[in-house]
């Protein structure tokens, strides 16, 4: 088999990186958790504002079934409280 060759890296070893390259990998650390951080805070909202959709889905429910045993039905237009009644059931 052939010698290999020993390969000499003549570039000086370094204990830090440039000043330049610190406050460049500094900022786009810093925006990557003040975007994480904002994608918390608006997963938080909407954590709320589903649970404020459920509670007021579950009262949806609650009031039709009021409507329903005081009129017969819930189907009301929501502009006048006009109950709409079938055509064959006025």
């Given at each position: 088999?052939?010698?290999k060759e020993k390969v000499i890296d003549l570039k000086p070893k370094v204990d830090k990186i440039s000043e330049q390259h610190l406050k460049e990998l500094q900022h786009i650390v810093n925006s990557v958790n003040g975007l994480q951080f904002n994608i918390g805070k608006i997963e938080a909202q909407k954590f709320g504002l589903l649970n404020g959709l459920t509670k007021a889905q579950d009262n949806i429910r609650v009031l039709q079934e009021k409507l329903v045993k005081e009129y017969g039905t819930y189907d009301v237009n929501l502009d006048d409280g006009t109950i709409n009644w079938?055509?064959?059931e006025k």
């Open positions: 088999m052939g010698k079938p055509a064959d």
